[in-house]
Nanobody, 123 residues
Framework: QVQLVESGGGFVQVGGSLRLSCAAS????????MAWFRQAPGKEREFVAS????????NYADSVKGRFTISRDSAKKTVYLQMNTLKPDDTAVYYC????????????????WGKGTLVTVSS
């Protein structure tokens, strides 16, 4: 059974930092592009960042470039999202996802999803 379990969400002040983790199991981790998406209340789910297995390329949404960093640990089968200089607009439920064939930037291309972890950025 494939499972993606997010953790690390919580409350943080504007300008603060938070590190999200996504532990994967039941899949060949090295063969999947791993990605993070987020969904704020009243908004559609949107792409945040991805890390491909082929070449280790990364992709970021324009809204988080320079502030967020995605990384992965093959030994732990875990993907991380380091979030710095957080803004109120970053408040959302963050979802981990796995993509076996693409760059991990399109919702329709994701094969598996985690249940999400809530990040709340306040003043």
């Amino acid at each position: 059974q494939v499972q993606l379990v997010e953790s690390g969400g919580g409350f943080v002040q504007v300008g603060g930092s938070l590190r999200l983790s996504c532990a994967a199991s039941g899949l060949t981790f090295s063969r999947y592009t791993m990605a993070w998406f987020r969904q704020a209340p009243g908004k559609e789910r949107e792409f945040v960042a991805s890390h491909t297995w082929g070449g280790g390329f990364t992709n970021y949404a324009d809204s988080v470039k320079g502030r967020f960093t995605i990384s992965r640990d093959s030994a732990k089968k875990t993907v991380y999202l380091q979030m710095n200089t957080l803004k109120p607009d970053d408040t959302a439920v963050y979802y981990c996802a796995a993509d076996s064939t693409g760059r991990g930037v399109r919702i329709v291309g994701m094969d598996y999803w985690g249940k999400g972890t809530l990040v709340t950025v306040s003043s």
